[in-house]
């Protein structure tokens, strides 16, 4: 699990004001993406299924070589 990569999704995010958001950031990993989600307001829900299909993908051509 180590060697895998890693997307960082905060959830509930519709419940976050951007102070509250900037702060959160200034704690997570700076080598791991993140992104702020809702499932309520569909915040970020778009740029984690690409992230994911990205992530996704490139494991996989790296299996192929």
Known sequence: LLQKEFIIA????????EELKRAIEKELPADIPHLFIS???????????????????????????
């Open 10 to 17: 905060i959830s509930k995010s519709d419940m976050l004001d």
């Open 39 to 65: 499932a309520l307001t569909g915040e970020g829900l778009q740029k984690l299924k690409d992230a994911l299909w990205d992530m996704l993908n490139r494991s996989a051509l790296e299996k192929k070589l």
